[in-house]
């Protein structure tokens, strides 16, 4: 069925705002089992209150949205055709987006494989909200290559916050503040963690929205050139922690979440 035929609202959707116990059943999962990254994405869905909801809806229903819907891109499959972008430059958003892609061993096939352990395909429902959400989930990399936020747990945690102020989720804010009282714990630093975070939401709300952009496009960009049109700045205190817990003995390799993506 076309996109652009599916209902904003599937009937059995429900939009019911926070979900608290839920999150709480969830997160206490994820503790017992870092490695059960399907728990993050469980926290996301339980935590998709009304405001995330009206700026889908918002989004859908513009003129942009409409072109995006009607063109019915697969962005996984786009990012994931590196062939694709062999005529960009070598700064362009695509080059940097590649190389960080190899650095890492990731595809964007690969977050969409994660997200379907805990909500196999089949049990989606079939609506432009759908649609949106997985804009969010498949654009998630390119945050990491245009904010400069690593996949370290901080820089993980520092990108949730930046999410948060571009989708409203609260779950995503929840991990957030989790993961870097883990990595405190962890590691014992005094390193300012929660400054990190704050500072993800100030870039964030300060940017244009990342997963509204016409992806293709910003592909080819260059990245000094698109991260001064959305409004990107520079994670500053992110930085500044990192080389405190490098000086304190605490390798960036040492300091994970569990999962091997988190979800935008």
Same mark, same amino acid.
């Given at each position: 069925?076309?996109?652009?035929?599916?209902?904003?609202?599937?009937?059995?959707?429900?939009?019911?705002?926070?979900?608290?116990?839920?999150?709480?059943?969830?997160?206490?999962?994820?503790?017992?089992?870092?490695?059960?990254?399907?728990?993050?994405?469980?926290?996301?869905?339980?935590?998709?209150?009304?405001?995330?909801?009206?700026?889908?809806?918002?989004?859908?229903?513009?003129?942009?949205?409409?072109?995006?819907?009607?063109?019915?891109?697969?962005?996984?499959?786009?990012?994931?055709?590196?062939?694709?972008?062999?005529?960009?430059?070598?700064?362009?958003?695509?080059?940097?987006?590649?190389?960080?892609?190899?650095?890492?061993?990731?595809?964007?096939?690969?977050?969409?494989?994660?997200?379907?352990?805990?909500?196999?395909?089949?049990?989606?429902?079939?609506?432009?909200?759908?649609?949106?959400?997985?804009?969010?989930?498949?654009?998630?990399?390119?945050?990491?290559?245009?904010?400069?936020?690593?996949?370290?747990?901080?820089?993980?945690?520092?990108?949730?916050?930046?999410?948060?102020?571009?989708?409203?989720?609260?779950?995503?804010?929840?991990? !957030?503040?989790? #993961?870097?009282?883990? =990595?405190? *714990?962890?590691?014992?630093?005094?390193?300012? $963690?929660?400054?990190?975070?704050? &500072?993800?939401?100030?870039?964030?709300?300060?940017?244009?929205?990342?997963?509204?952009?016409?992806?293709?496009?910003?592909?080819?960009?260059?990245?000094? !050139?698109?991260? #001064?049109?959305?409004? =990107?700045? *520079?994670?500053?205190?992110?930085?500044?922690? $990192?080389?405190?817990?490098?000086? &304190?003995?605490?390798?960036?390799?040492?300091?994970?979440?569990?999962?091997?993506?988190?979800?935008?």
């Amino acid at each position: 069925m076309p996109l652009i035929s599916l209902p904003l609202v599937a009937p059995e959707r429900k939009v019911s705002g926070i979900r608290p116990f839920k999150v709480l059943h969830h997160f206490r999962k994820l503790i017992e089992d870092k490695e059960d990254t399907a728990q993050v994405f469980h926290i996301i869905e339980a935590t998709k209150g009304k405001r995330s909801h009206h700026q889908a809806w918002d989004f859908i229903r513009s003129p942009e949205g409409q072109r995006y819907i009607a063109e019915e891109t697969d962005i996984p499959g786009m990012l994931d055709d590196h062939a694709r972008w062999a005529d960009c430059g070598p700064n362009s958003m695509a080059a940097h987006y590649i190389a960080f892609m190899k650095r890492e061993g990731l595809s964007a096939a690969g977050l969409v494989e994660e997200s379907n352990k805990w909500q196999p395909p089949e049990e989606r429902h079939s609506d432009l909200t759908e649609w949106y959400m997985n804009r969010l989930r498949d654009t998630h990399d390119l945050y990491h290559v245009l904010t400069g936020y690593g996949r370290d747990a901080l820089g993980e945690a520092s990108l949730l916050g930046f999410s948060y102020e571009q989708n409203f989720n609260k779950g995503i804010l929840f991990i !957030a503040y989790a #993961a870097a009282r883990q =990595i405190k *714990k962890m590691s014992g630093t005094k390193a300012p $963690l929660y400054t990190a975070i704050k &500072e993800g939401r100030r870039l964030g709300k300060a940017a244009t929205k990342i997963s509204h952009q016409d992806i293709a496009a910003l592909m080819r960009e260059d990245i000094d !050139a698109a991260r #001064a049109r959305l409004n =990107i700045g *520079k994670p500053v205190v992110y930085r500044q922690c $990192l080389a405190i817990l490098e000086s &304190e003995g605490n390798h960036r390799e040492d300091l994970t979440l569990g999962g091997p993506q988190l979800a935008a």
